[in-house]
């Protein structure tokens, strides 16, 4: 008798049970990805993060209690909300940006966007990526420094 009823709520709402069932296997796909990522609300104005997978947690030190709920910019930008509605509106891609940790670290990276949009075509969310650009912002500091000691007299 718990295969029909089951049944009769997916008929009574196909839009809402197809709208899970999308979110569900959505994070599903996000959450073992390597490299840092978080989900923006794209309908409210101040762009809260709605998800954000273990890597980001563990590249920004912000757990999805604390993160949950808050503009990205608050979290990882200093507060600028400006660079982050540039982002949002430009048709670029790929960023090169410096973000910090939580706790105060800076932090290079590479900030690929990708925009998700509704059955009805509106833009329901954005999809932020961070590539840890540290290393090589690192070795090209030290590549010009080597540069300019070469040239000296």
């Known amino acids: ?3 029909p009823n089951r049944v009769k709520r997916v008929e009574a709402a196909p839009a809402l049970f197809r709208l899970l069932s999308d979110s569900a296997l959505s994070r599903a796909a996000l959450g073992p990805c390597g490299f840092p990522l978080a ?3 794209a309908g409210a104005p101040a762009r809260p993060v709605t998800y954000l997978n273990d890597a980001f947690e563990g590249f920004f030190g912000y757990r999805a209690a604390e993160a949950l709920g808050r503009p ?6 200093r507060g600028d909300d400006a660079l982050v509605h540039r982002l949002l ?3 670029v891609s790929r960023w090169g940006l410096k973000a910090w940790a939580k706790d105060g670290t800076a932090r290079h990276v590479e900030v690929a966007l990708g925009a998700v949009r509704g059955a009805d075509g509106r833009l329901t969310h954005w999809v932020v ?3 840890d650009r540290t290393e090589v912002e690192r070795l090209r500091a030290e590549l010009a420094a080597l540069k300019t000691l070469a040239s000296a007299p």
């Not at 990205?72 to 930008?77: D, P, W």
């Open 1 to 3: 008798m718990s295969v």
């Open 39 to 41: 989900m923006l609300d």
């Open 72 to 77: 990205l910019a608050a979290l990882i930008f």
């Open 89 to 91: 509106a430009e048709s």
């Open 129 to 131: 990526a961070f590539s």
